[in-house]
Each structure stands twice: as structure tokens, then as C-alpha cells.
């Protein structure tokens, strides 16, 4: 019985290689199925990398729409190139004009030499310092309008004007010297007026009718041009220039300029005094050049009607500019009507209810006799002498000759007196001031047409 055990035992075990061969089988089945696996792995691997080799080319496609936004930055990068490429040229002319100089800033850069030159460096109380100082642009402005835009010309200009003004010490001649009231009482006035805008108007007033002894006044040509400066002077403070805060805009109006009026009540028209020649002929220079557009307007009243055939006659010589400032009036009264912005301040003879001309601003005046007045003080005296010379003697029988030699002198006086006549009956306040005769500075001819650019 033991035995059978052993069988059972030897045949399990026996049978256990047999019993193992099928429990392999599926291994070997696996083994197949693993060796046969290759294959199908190889066909799987070979799906994969088929499949791996194609993601590149799936792939791409799968690129194309990421990619798409590329061309659409390169795009728009080169509009932003091309656009740039169009500021680009913009921006050349800007930086070209930066460096580029004006009228103005070349006069500015020539300025630290004309000081030099001149030896001064004061005009209507602006110390002149560079472009930056608005008071010394205005007064560059001024010389360069005056030649033009002409940066050669406004040079010389400014350095004559200048050393003029070294010599002559214009401050003074309003500050500290006093005017001989016979000579130049009531002759000027310089006035400020407020229009309905709130701006302010700076006249200057010459009285022509004022004068009383043309020799007097207009013989001594230095001591006229001193008080005419001095005048001028007063208007020019007046202006405030050296308080500006601005240059004057480009193409704009100069807002620092003053009106000027000519005043003819009962000159005459009919003569020019050789004193009053002279003297004018040197005023208009000197102010022309030293104060070179100060003036926006300039008026005749009093004028006789016959003399409008002389500014008739100007047209043909000035330029439209001047002309524009040029404003003949027969009657004092018509003035107002010229100026509306501010006519009721002016004085009532000129068609305003304001405070009359003589209540102004004038310059120093002292009470000396005028040398004129002394010379007819003496008169009497130097008639008896005369008549005293001139008495017959016996010894002085040869010089009847003379006698009628003064005799024809007068008959010569009388017809060029009887001449006059006509025209005094015609005007009897000419008549009045038949020895006043109109001043060439305020003229309305060819000096005053230079006068007024200044």
C-alpha cells in the first residue's frame, strides 16, 4: 500500500512533466504569441514610427495656423517700418530748422559786436542783453521791420542809432535841461489815451501854430533838435518797451508805437522859412534814423483844403505801407473820427470831450528871454542911431545914392508883401502868422514823407 503512494507520487510526479508541458503551453502560446508578437509589435511600431514620421508632416499643417500670425507681425512690422520710413522724412525738415537762423537771431548774434563798435549799449532805456531779454528783441525787431528783414542794413542802423545816443545822451536832454519857454512853450505835448479795448494809445502833439518867432526858435538848429529829441524821448518812456515780457509775434502788429499829430492852425502855407529848413531838414534825419518805427499813425490836421494835391502827389513815391500812416485832415475836429476807439478822450479842438492838449506831458521849461525878443527890445535904440547917421549934412551931400538904393529895396519889399495879400484876405488867420510858415519836419512833402518811417 505504501508502494501505490509512491506511484500515485511517482506518477504525480511523473506526470507532473507532463503536467508541466501543458502548464507551458500557454507559455508557449505566450511564447508564440510573444515571438509572434514582434510582428504585430513591428506592425505596431511600425504604425508608430509611420506615425511618428507622419506627426512631423501632420504637424506642419497643425503649424500653419500657429504660423499664420507670423506673416500677419511681419506685415505689420513692415507697415510700422514703411510708416516710420514716412515720419522719417517729416522729422528731417524739423531738425533741419532748428539750427536754421532767422533775421532776428543773426541781427542777436551780431549784437555783442555792435556794442563793441558803438562803445554803448542802451536804446530807449533797454539795456540791450541778448534774444532771450524780450525788451531787446522788441528793439531788434523795430531796426529790422524798419530796413526790411535787411540784417545788414538793420546792423548799421543800430549802430549808428547807438553811438548817436552815446554822444548825445538823449535821458538827459529830457531829465536834466529846461527849454526856453519864449521858444518852445505850448509847441509840444505828449498825451496817453485808453480806448473802449483797454488799450493804451501814446500821442505825441506838435503845435506848429505855436511858434511865434521862427528865427528864435528854429535858428538855433542844436537847441530845436535837443527839445525835439527830448519830446521824443517823453513819448518813448511812455511806450514801455522796457517792460515788455514778449518779442512782437511774427507778421503781428507792433503794439509798441505811438500817434503823432501835426497841428497846422494858422500857419501859412505860403513860404518856407529858411530857419525852419535847415533845422527840419536836420530833425528828420536824426529821428528817422535813431527811432526807427515808433510811429503807427501819423496826422496833418489843419491842413488847407489846396494842399491835397500834395499827399495827392506822395502816392507816387511812398510805398503803401507809409501811405497807410499818413492821414491829412482840413480840420482839427475831424480827428475824432479818425481815432473812434478812444475819440471822447481826446481834447475838445479835436473832436473829443477830453482834457485839452496843453494839460499833457511837456518838457522842462525855464522863463528865459528868448534872444529874438531881445533883439526887438534893442531895435529902438539902434533906429535913432540909424536916423541919427542918416541925417543930411553938408558933407554928406554925395550920399543920396545910397538913399535910393534903400528907396527901391522898399518898393521891392512892397510888392512882395502886396503878393501876400490875396492870400491873407482869403485866410485871415494866416494873415495873423503871416511869419510862421510851415515847418519842413512837419510838412506834408517830401521830408515828411522820411519823417514818418521813423
Request: net charge negative; proline share 9%; hydrophobic share 40%.
Amino acid at each position: 500500500m505504501a508502494a501505490e503512494p509512491t506511484k500515485v507520487e511517482d506518477q504525480v510526479a511523473g506526470e507532473a512533466p507532463t503536467v508541466a508541458p501543458t502548464e507551458p503551453a500557454p507559455q508557449a502560446a505566450e511564447t508564440k504569441v510573444a515571438d509572434a508578437a514582434p510582428p504585430a509589435e513591428s506592425a505596431a511600431v511600425a504604425s508608430t514610427d509611420g506615425a511618428a514620421d507622419a506627426a512631423p508632416a501632420a504637424e506642419a499643417p497643425a503649424a500653419v495656423p500657429a504660423a499664420v500670425p507670423a506673416p500677419a507681425q511681419d506685415a505689420s512690422a513692415k507697415e510700422e517700418s514703411k510708416e516710420e520710413q514716412k515720419e522719417e522724412p517729416k522729422e528731417e525738415p524739423s531738425a533741419k530748422e532748428e539750427p536754421k537762423e532767422t533775421p532776428l537771431t543773426k541781427l542777436a548774434n551780431r549784437l555783442p559786436a555792435i556794442k563793441e563798435k558803438a562803445g554803448h549799449d542802451e536804446m530807449w532805456g533797454v539795456t540791450l542783453v541778448d534774444i532771450d531779454h524780450a525788451p531787446t528783441a522788441v528793439v531788434l525787431q523795430k531796426f529790422l521791420r524798419a530796413n526790411g528783414g535787411d540784417v545788414a542794413l538793420a546792423e548799421s542802423q543800430l549802430t549808428s542809432a547807438l553811438e548817436w545816443r552815446k554822444t548825445t545822451n538823449p535821458a538827459a536832454l529830457l531829465d536834466e535841461k529846461a527849454y526856453d519857454q519864449a521858444k518852445f512853450g505850448d509847441l509840444g505835448y505828449v498825451t496817453t489815451h485808453e480806448g473802449s479795448d483797454g488799450k493804451q494809445t501814446i500821442i505825441t502833439w506838435n503845435i506848429y501854430g505855436a511858434v511865434k518867432n521862427n528865427k528864435a526858435t528854429f535858428g538855433d538848429i542844436k537847441e530845436f533838435l535837443d527839445w525835439r529829441v527830448a519830446l521824443m524821448e517823453l513819448g518813448m518812456r511812455k511806450l514801455n518797451i522796457d517792460k515788455a515780457t514778449t518779442a512782437i509775434p511774427d507778421g503781428a502788429e507792433d503794439p509798441y508805437q505811438m500817434v503823432q499829430v501835426h497841428d497846422y492852425q494858422s500857419v501859412s502855407f505860403l513860404r518856407m522859412d529858411p530857419h525852419i529848413k535847415a533845422a527840419s531838414k536836420v530833425t528828420i534825419q536824426t529821428l528817422s534814423m535813431a527811432y526807427p518805427e515808433v510811429l503807427s499813425h501819423k496826422y496833418f490836421v489843419n491842413v488847407p483844403t489846396i494842399m491835397g494835391w500834395v499827399f495827392s502827389a506822395l502816392k507816387l513815391f511812398l510805398s503803401p505801407a507809409t501811405l497807410r500812416k499818413f492821414h491829412p485832415l482840413s480840420s482839427g475836429a475831424g480827428l475824432a473820427g479818425e481815432i473812434p476807439a478812444f475819440a471822447s478822450s481826446l481834447p475838445k479842438e479835436y473832436g473829443g470831450s477830453g482834457p485839452g492838449v496843453k494839460e499833457g506831458l511837456t518838457v522842462k521849461l525855464t522863463e528865459a528871454p528868448v534872444s529874438g525878443e531881445a533883439e526887438k527890445a534893442d531895435e529902438p535904440a539902434a533906429a535913432a542911431a540909424t536916423a541919427e547917421d542918416s541925417t543930411p549934412k553938408a558933407d554928406d551931400a554925395p550920399q543920396e545914392a545910397p538913399k535910393e538904393e534903400v528907396k527901391e529895396e522898399s518898393k521891392e519889399e512892397a510888392k512882395e508883401e502886396a503878393k501876400e495879400v490875396p492870400a491873407a484876405e482869403a485866410k485871415p488867420e494866416e494873415a495873423a502868422a503871416k511869419n510862421t510858415a510851415v515847418p519842413a519836419e512837419a510838412a506834408p512833402a517830401g521830408p515828411t514823407a522820411a519823417e514818418v518811417k521813423a
